[in-house]
Nanobody, 114 residues
Framework: VQLQASGGGLVQSGGSLRFSCATSGINFRINTMGWYRRALGKQRDLVAQITSGGSTSYADSVKGRFTISRDNARNTVYLQMNSLKPEDTAVYYC?????????WGQGTLVTVSS
């Protein structure tokens, strides 16, 4: 199982970024996919999640600004982040559960400057 995330970087407050996470080794179509983040000195928290049926859920802090989506043909999940704030600065991870355990992407740093 591999989750390969890409798309992080440095952006000014109010800017946008888009993450993608390409997967292999899982039955992507049936998996719930998620994005988590860990800010410096804090625990890793769920940011957004999308079920196999396309239902989405978001942390209150990102509702209305972030959008999670999936492309089952490409086995890829996306996170579109708009109106970024300095408090969104964190390492972002894609995630899924498969074969009885969680799997994580390698982590992608987002830095939002004020």
């Amino acid at each position: 199982v591999q989750l390969q995330a890409s798309g992080g970087g440095l952006v000014q407050s109010g800017g946008s970024l888009r993450f993608s996470c390409a997967t292999s080794g899982i039955n992507f179509r049936i998996n719930t996919m998620g994005w988590y983040r860990r800010a410096l000195g804090k625990q890793r928290d769920l940011v957004a999640q999308i079920t196999s049926g396309g239902s989405t859920s978001y942390a209150d802090s990102v509702k209305g600004r972030f959008t999670i989506s999936r492309d089952n043909a490409r086995n890829t999940v996306y996170l579109q982040m708009n109106s970024l704030k300095p408090e969104d600065t964190a390492v972002y991870y894609c995630n899924t559960d498969s074969r009885g355990r969680p799997w994580w992407g390698q982590g992608t740093l987002v830095t939002v400057s004020s």
